[in-house]
């Protein structure tokens, strides 16, 4: 074995562990597989748990397994966000690089997956700044790349104060540069944040009514080398605290769904499945709560330029609606004069299907450009 | 010499966008409530209607009526003043709940018109088209 790949007997012992449990998920060398001991604890941005407080959730993982399997029978036994009715309501997996910013990043997660799917627009593809998140918000709570941090700062924050798009502050992992300074105009809120901790049921019917789920767990030294399959920890050596995006479950396979943030060149290609209750992925051993859901995210922003699929109004003085390919239904701000403008110019696009780039504020339609 | 009369080319209606599968648009705003036929309207061989009659008796209200043509347009001179035919029921007069909601039901129905684009539409209790979406 080569000195310099000292992974290699480690990603060997784990898949030894695994034959002799029968092969319950595969390890292999990822790119988590080949970073330090030091560089992947950089990569777990939750405090890691005390021994005493895993020690009290003893019956834990059973007990929350149970529940997962009996929950409301009204729900699917199987929900997948990448595949609704063919769509996806997940955005690309991103890579928190060498920071424990995984918080902002399950955050912002379930806030992009919320938005496309309670609006049943999977082409909205929004991409928000988690930058933003960390690096200014959680930052001045005093969080840092070191420190870690806890959901439920940052969902409050995603609902008091917002998160600007990726375009206005690139994430980087050093934490340099600033958001643009036109970021209050370009900004995504949460709205309704619910705490779902240790309520596998509410999870579920969270995941499946609104969008996915920001979740914390405990990262144990074999998760690094996870290739596919349904994740069980092997060893009790624990690494540290993860967050991560839930976007599904599967009661035959007895596992949920979750959606990484360290790159596609982990896991099956950035994303895992982990057995119910397992790593505490649905209470983590911390007084606090640690699994939050949003039931709707608002949008003040230009969205690009789309079409206008259908438009609406009544008898009723300015109360026009336009239904917007990538965005759903908004409701044309101001006035009955102002409405009378805007449905002039958007049935000429309606009609020649002309894109329609529009600034959004909440449901709002405020501002509307039609061009060749 | 034998002239050909050409003959009259029926419009077909313009092809629907298409919108999101498994989209429930009553789920979303504005809510669009059930009990419409869904029945799929063509453009009738017809006569150009007659303009309605001002002091008829207002027809039965029909809640939502999805997927029909709206093949003319009339109005006359009062602010709340447009009616428009719609093929297979016949004239149906827009609300004239407000000025401005007239004016946007017109517009909305002229676009309708002049590009063959189904309707579904909303009458009152006194059989007027109340909400229109196109």
Redesign the interface.
């Known amino acids: 074995m080569s000195p310099d790949r000292p992974h290699t007997s480690e990603v060997a012992a784990v898949r030894e562990t695994l034959s002799q449990q029968g092969h319950p998920w595969q390890a292999a060398e990822t790119r988590m597989s080949r970073l330090s001991a030091e560089w992947r604890a950089a990569r777990l941005g939750v405090p890691a748990p005390s021994a005493a407080e895993i020690a009290a959730r003893e019956g834990q993982p059973e007990a929350m397994a149970a529940a997962a399997q009996s929950a409301d029978i009204a729900l699917p036994a199987k929900f997948d966000l990448r595949d609704?009715?063919?769509?996806t309501y997940v955005t690309g997996v991103r890579d928190q690089g060498g920071c424990g910013s995984c918080v902002a990043f399950g955050t912002v997660a379930a806030m992009e997956s919320t938005a496309a799917f309670t609006?049943?627009?999977?082409g909205l593809s929004l991409d928000l700044s988690e930058a933003h998140l960390f690096h200014v918000h959680a930052k001045a709570r005093g969080y840092t790349c070191g420190s870690g941090s806890w959901p439920d700062d940052l969902f409050a924050d995603t609902a008091a104060i917002g998160v600007t798009f990726e375009d206005y502050f690139p994430y980087n992992d050093a934490g340099t540069g600033a958001p643009n300074a036109d970021w209050p105009n370009r900004l995504a809120k949460s709205v309704d944040v619910t705490d779902l901790t240790a309520n596998p049921a509410a999870i579920k019917a969270h995941i499946s009514t609104y969008g996915a789920v920001a979740t914390c767990f405990v990262v144990y030294d074999d998760f690094f080398h996870y290739r596919s399959g349904v994740y069980r920890h092997t060893t009790s050596s624990v690494a540290g605290g993860h967050c991560v995006a839930l976007i599904g479950w599967d009661d035959a396979a007895g596992c949920w769904i979750g959606k990484n943030s360290w790159g596609t060149g982990w896991g099956d290609g950035g994303y895992f499945r982990i057995a119910y209750g397992d790593s505490f992925i649905e209470d983590y051993p911390e007084p606090r709560p640690t699994v939050f859901g949003v039931k709707s995210v608002t949008i003040k922003a230009w969205l690009p330029a789309q079409?206008a699929?259908?438009?609406?109004?009544?008898?009723?003085?300015?109360?026009?609606?336009a239904?917007l390919q990538n965005f759903?239904?908004a409701?044309l701000a101001g006035g009955?004069?102002t409405?009378?403008n805007k449905?002039?110019e958007l049935?000429h696009a309606?009609?020649s299907?002309h894109l329609v780039t529009p600034y959004i504020n909440g449901?709002e339609l405020s501002t509307v450009l039609v061009a060749d | 010499m034998t002239t050909t009369v050409p003959r009259r080319v029926r419009k077909s209606p313009a092809a629907t966008?298409?919108?999101?599968?498994?989209?429930?648009i009553a789920?979303?705003?504005?809510p669009i409530p059930p009990g419409a036929d869904g029945v799929s309207a063509t453009v009738a061989e017809i006569a150009a209607p007659r303009p309605p009659s001002l002091d008829s008796a207002a027809p039965q209200a029909a809640g939502w009526v999805n997927n029909r043509m709206i093949t003319h347009l009339w109005s006359y001179d009062s602010s709340t003043g447009v009616w428009v035919w719609v093929d297979g029921v016949g004239w149906k007069r827009?609300?004239?709940?407000?000025?401005?909601?007239?004016?946007?039901?017109t517009?909305?129905a002229?676009?309708a018109t002049?590009?063959n684009?189904p309707v579904d539409y909303h009458e009152?209790a006194s059989g007027?088209?109340?909400?229109?979406?196109?």
């Open positions: 609704v009715g063919g769509r609006r049943s627009a999977p079409r699929l259908r438009l609406f109004a009544t008898a009723n003085d300015a109360n026009g609606w239904y759903g239904w409701h009955p004069a409405t009378t449905l002039a049935t309606r009609a299907g449901t | 966008p298409e919108l999101p599968v498994g989209l429930d789920s979303i705003m504005p827009l609300s004239p709940a407000s000025e401005s909601g007239h004016t946007h039901l517009a909305l002229t676009m002049h590009d684009l009152d007027r088209i109340d909400q229109l979406l196109v």
